[in-house]
Nanobody, 121 residues
């Protein structure tokens, strides 16, 4: 069993900051890419940022220069530092990871349960 558990969401005023964390636990042999996605009410789930096992990063244009993704491979954790938050950043943020459970298995996609981020104007 593999679990991704997010934390760090909440309510913040525009211009403020939040730091999201996501810990992967369970039967894990290897973790490849990790990332954050978000889904606002009535909209599709969109990519926010991803980071490879070699620390190469990719960001949505809307968050470049404001958000920073990082990871701690020893802890199986990915972070999202969010600065200069805007009301349009309001969404449920989901953690994603490509995880191989044994050396013989392929990488599968896993998702966390989501954490709410609300930015007030």
């Amino acid at each position: 069993q593999v679990q991704l558990v997010e934390s760090g969401g909440g309510l913040v005023q525009a211009g403020g900051s939040l730091r999201l964390s996501c810990v992967a636990s369970g039967s894990i042999f290897s973790i490849n890419a990790m990332g954050w996605y978000r889904q606002a009410p009535g909209k599709q789930r969109d990519l926010v940022a991803t980071i490879t096992s070699g620390d190469a990063t990719n960001y949505a244009d809307s968050v470049k220069g404001r958000f920073t993704i990082s990871r701690d491979n020893a802890k199986g954790t990915v972070y999202l530092q969010m600065n200069s938050l805007k009301p349009e950043d309001t969404a449920v943020y989901y953690c994603n990871a490509e995880i191989k459970k044994t050396i013989f298995r392929k990488f599968d996609d896993y998702w966390g349960q989501g954490t709410q981020v609300t930015v007030s104007s």
